[in-house]
């Protein structure tokens, strides 16, 4: 059956997620011996899905460790070759393989270079392993769907860990622990998702909108609707778009906007007033009542990226779904990308 | 005449090019003044057709500070408000108007937490130059057009200027004294555009591609093709299309590739051959002798997204043209926008 092995690991979720925070410990503490006495900034390292968790980190160590926060851009490294001093930096790699040639030149080069190195990975014994002064191995199981969900949101949540160790983190325990339970509920609930997704996929395009750290979510699930159902799904911060892109939105424009009842909650909801008055066609996920897919409320705004996204794979599902997709094996992707 | 006012500002590149280029030493002097001793790095602060010369800038200076540089996220400022201490950074921002609300926001955050900072703005008397240790006006005169050309050009030419004051360039200076002449021969040559553009109208949606620095032109060019013409244009680094969506690309798919004799060329060469077997209508902007738009050849790469940049404008322009649409004002759009 088409999207089989997407939908079993989506659905492992709640259970990787809770073994993950079960070992906060010990991730906290390993981090937390290496980073630099005085931090100069934080690079985050990766590509594709794992560029999206990286947004994510960025916008959650700066926060946390109140000093700079960015994602390299690797071709500096790879094509250009260019010496960059990294003496007081700490760098983050995120591949789930492990094994993404360019990923691994990039985290080898920066420790050269002086950074402490973390790579975040899921499985043992991967090249990226071998130039990290600590790898935290995400173990959530083999990810055999193309389009990567578990690994993901385990990545998110050791990302929060990872933060924890560079200072304070804009959550209390409880709110982090009680994730798994509220992706649960959400994975339980695939209809609203459905009926979503069915409003949505009127033409080959479609606009996922966020603002401030809610764009992760919008980035991603662009990516998961590109991977598995061909259509050029696009993400933007509500933001840009004011910027420009806005001029091509139209009249049945499909836009699935994140909203929150956060910090860039007012902003969404003018903005989502604003591309219904052009004629756009807008769905929203969020922790408001009135969103047709809805996030639980009260849950700190740096947090619910998680939650968000899981709402973006199950659009992404059901769009592909709906289209007779296959989401496991979209055609043209592999797994492992060997950019060099 | 539709267009008539961008194609006038188009036409004065490279006079403004020239005058900016004759004040190299007072601006090279006043930057070099404010660099902190101890770079801990470099922060770029922009939005919309800045943001993208921004990433040139971070590009370039990562490469001549050799240390990291990257571009701010606004809203870790503006919206969560966080305390992120920018002592030991050199932070350039970049706003033509000098007045985005959110970029003066920023850049005055930046600088009460310890950031030297500069200013990139054309006009005197911006509230962005109060904020600023050093503003270098770019004196191009009035853009009344909405898309960004001039202005945008003699940025990236001041961005080399502030590269040149942190480090060593990769281009003699003779290299950067040779653009405007250069593109002034692009700017005779408009019929190779139109053809391109013609080519590449066939629908409502088309892709740019670059690799490394020339990220920055494909990037400009989808910005200024979605700005004038209404077509959902996309920008994107050929190592994240391979990534995921390359899956959206199909026969008749159309895709303009910024290639290079530089080193991004090979990896550029080997994504337009994979394209075409894809049955993707490719169209490139480049040094090589077969691309359907010319670049002189020679030029180092990171100089050549000044001369793609401006293929991409007649590109945008054309297709304008083509659709009988107003360049000069989009719907929907407006010089100014007030982000905050």
Known sequence: MNGRVMAAEMAQQPGTLRTLLARRSEIVDAVRAIIPQELAGITLVARGSSDHAAIYGRYLLEMTAQRPAALVAPSIHTLYRAPVDHHGYLAVAISQSG????????????????????????????????????????????????????????????????????????????????????????????????????????????????RGILLVAALETALKIRETSAILAEGVSSADLRHGPIAAVGKGFPVLAFTSDGPSGADMAALVTELRMRGALVRRIGPTESAELSLPGGVPEPLLPLLATVRGQQVAAATAARRQLDPDRPEGLTKVTLTS
């Open 99 to 210: 094994r993404t040639p360019e990923i691994v030149t990039v985290l080898g080069r920066l420790r050269e270079q002086g950074a402490r190195t973390v790579a975040i990975v899921n499985g043992a014994g991967t090249p990226l392993a071998d130039v990290a002064d600590v790898t935290i191995d995400l173990r959530v199981g083999p990810e055999l769907a193309v389009p990567a969900t578990k690994t993901f949101i385990g990545t998110l949540a050791v990302l929060g860990l990872v933060a924890e160790a560079t200072g304070d983190v804009p959550w209390q325990w409880s709110d982090l622990a009680a994730i798994p339970d509220q992706i649960g509920a959400l994975l339980a609930d695939s209809e609203s998702a459905a009926a979503v997704a069915r409003s949505l996929d009127g033409g080959d395009r479609v606009l996922t909108v966020g």
